[in-house]
């Protein structure tokens, strides 16, 4: 079973600088309901760690205490 899973899992490798969507985990139930929001704003990535984490700051330059996982996150291209 994992053998076939990772097969179809696509490497995603991001640098210091690249612009970023997060994935919006919706916790607290959204009246928008399957029309609420997938991605949050654009983000840049600043440090990139080994096994997969990235601290982000947003475009005004604020930075994010915790890391995201680059499972959460996906290119965006303006």
């Known amino acids: 079973m994992a053998r076939a899973f990772n ?15 997060r994935k919006v985990l919706h916790i607290a139930p959204d009246s928008r309901g399957k029309f609420a929001y997938k991605y949050d704003r654009p983000f840049i990535g600043k440090e990139v760690f080994d ?3 990235i601290i982000l700051n947003d475009m005004d330059g604020n930075e994010n205490a915790l890391s995201v996982n680059v499972n959460a996150l996906k290119n965006y291209y303006p």
Do not use: H, Q, T
């Open 7 to 21: 097969k179809k899992v696509r490497l995603r490798e991001f640098s210091p600088g690249d612009l970023v969507l």
């Open 51 to 53: 096994g997969g984490a």
